[in-house]
């Protein structure tokens, strides 16, 4: 594993950043938009190092006495993917849910670009250079992040229906293949090394779909962040959104060099290379949960409300959502599938639940903490309140007592307000209405991979006294997955859109 220095040195890579609002990003190690991710992600790198660490973040030593980072296993058993799981959800809550995407979510994309070639019947020497990429990631820690493909909203625009792609192939040669446009939203754009474009893009190559990977440095291409997430300049006062800040953003390439070893046929679903990430979506959807929940009770304690009982009521309802997941994560981990190649990944009809349920419960989760603390939450005071003579005496009397300082009392609620009641917390709830299909996509993977319809639906009728048909409702699970709403110029002739 590298060093969160190694790591902050790639990143000097000559890549072209520009963040909306900012302006173009020279360096994204010092930038103040960028400055605080990128030390995030080399603490990340650095806590593999952490003899503290290393149980949760590393296997069991083999043979040899190595221990690898699970970041960057294969996984072939349950009890891989139960010690994958604990890593991330370890690593996922010390951002409260706010980081998605680590390099760990880059070996992720890179089993899933191997599994889908294998699945999709692809050259052999495509399969060998997905191989080579993922073996490479592994041992260098290099970061790869994951874009869709999907056209932005002027390409959706375009008159003619066929022009309505992402990505235009220009040219091919020996070496492979030079491409232009534009990609929508993918996380952390401007902190990842490489980045995996599905084949959403539309572009085709002798018949078959391709996906690519390619360097965000690479010359021609532009990565475009969107504006920071809104944040007081005082750590006291936003102690997430000063540090946990993705900047999801957009790719332009202007005729961007692909070699061959990095050109893929792939399906154009993203079904087999998604089937490791949304078990990542879920631990840190899972994380944001459970860090709510814990800032819940430390708040009920520092309130003086562990006595109240609606309050006790609002904590468990809390932990019952927390729970919910957590259940569903650990069924899907040891209840795996396997592809058929035998890697091992999370039961989705599991998983899909467990999304499905934190889906649902995301708003009310985060409404429960707003409630909790009452009008406190809105009127705590900052540090530098606190420290000045003319109001240091009347705001300890308000906000001090009961065993906390005012200033104790005041950082958690700071805390607890960041979370839930700033711009960071309004990009994450937005996000992830888009991230991984929302809503619609988890739907469909339940109905997809649940296994028990026929089973269930012919053994209630054991219970009748009578012959009965056999059912057969397997055409539900059948169903083909429904196209993600896009939006489009009316047809000729059409009033409507």
Request: proline share 7%; aromatic share 8%; net charge negative.
């Amino acid at each position: 594993m590298r060093t969160g220095a190694d790591y902050r040195q790639s990143l000097r890579d000559g890549r072209r950043v520009w963040v909306m609002g900012e302006g173009q990003v020279e360096d994204v190690t010092t930038h103040p938009a960028t400055h605080a991710m990128v030390e995030e992600y080399a603490a990340w790198y650095d806590r593999h190092l952490d003899p503290a660490w290393q149980d949760l973040l590393l296997t069991p030593p083999n043979a040899d006495r190595e221990r690898i980072p699970l970041a960057y296993v294969m996984p072939k058993s349950a009890e891989d993917l139960t010690r994958m799981g604990r890593s991330f959800a370890k690593t996922t809550f010390l951002s409260a849910g706010n980081i998605t995407h680590t390099p760990a979510y880059g070996n992720l994309i890179a089993l899933g670009v191997l599994t889908a070639l294998q699945a999709h019947q692809a050259p052999n020497e495509q399969i060998a250079e997905a191989i080579s990429y993922r073996e490479q990631i592994a041992r260098s820690g290099r970061f790869l992040t994951y874009c869709g493909g999907a056209p932005i909203i002027g390409q959706r625009m375009r008159p003619d229906p066929r022009q309505r792609v992402a990505l235009e192939l220009v040219r091919e040669s020996d070496a492979g293949v030079v491409i232009r446009g534009k990609l929508g939203m993918h996380t952390s754009p401007a902190y990842a090394e490489d980045v995996y474009i599905g084949a959403l893009t539309g572009i085709e190559i002798g018949g078959h779909r391709a996906g690519l990977i390619l360097p965000v440095n690479a010359p021609g291409a532009t990565t475009l962040c969107r504006k920071i997430a809104a944040r007081d300049r005082n750590p006291f006062v936003a102690p997430l959104s000063s540090r946990f800040d993705e900047l999801d953003g957009q790719m332009w390439l202007d005729d961007v060099f692909v070699p061959w070893e990095r050109v893929f046929f792939v399906d154009p679903s993203p079904e087999a290379i998604a089937r490791w990430l949304r078990w990542h979506h879920l631990h840190g959807w899972l994380s944001k949960a459970e860090f709510t929940l814990g800032l819940a009770l430390a708040l009920t304690h520092a309130m003086g409300l562990k006595e109240h009982e609606q309050t006790v009521e609002y904590l468990i309802d809390l932990i019952a959502e927390v729970q919910t997941v957590r259940s569903c994560l650990t069924a899907a981990e040891r209840d795996p599938d396997f592809t058929p190649a035998g890697y091992c990944f999370p039961n989705h009809a599991h998983l899909a639940a467990g999304g499905i349920a934190l889906f649902k419960a995301r708003q009310r989760i985060s409404e429960t903490l707003r409630a909790l603390p009452g009008s406190s939450l809105v009127v705590a005071p900052t540090d530098h309140d606190l420290a000045a003579p003319e109001l240091a005496s009347g705001l300890e009397e308000s906000f001090g007592g009961g065993g906390y300082t005012a200033l104790q009392r005041a950082a958690l609620l700071q805390l607890a307000w960041d979370h839930v009641s700033s711009a960071l917390d309004g990009r994450e709830s937005t996000f992830e209405l888009h991230a991984s299909g929302g809503m619609p996509n988890w739907r469909h993977w339940l109905r997809r991979s649940f296994r028990s319809y026929n089973e269930l639906a012919n053994a209630v009728l054991g219970f009748l006294d009578l012959p009965m048909p056999e059912i057969d409702v397997s055409s539900i699970p059948a169903a083909p997955i429904a196209p993600r709403r896009v939006t489009t110029p009316p047809a000729a002739g059409s009033e409507k859109a």
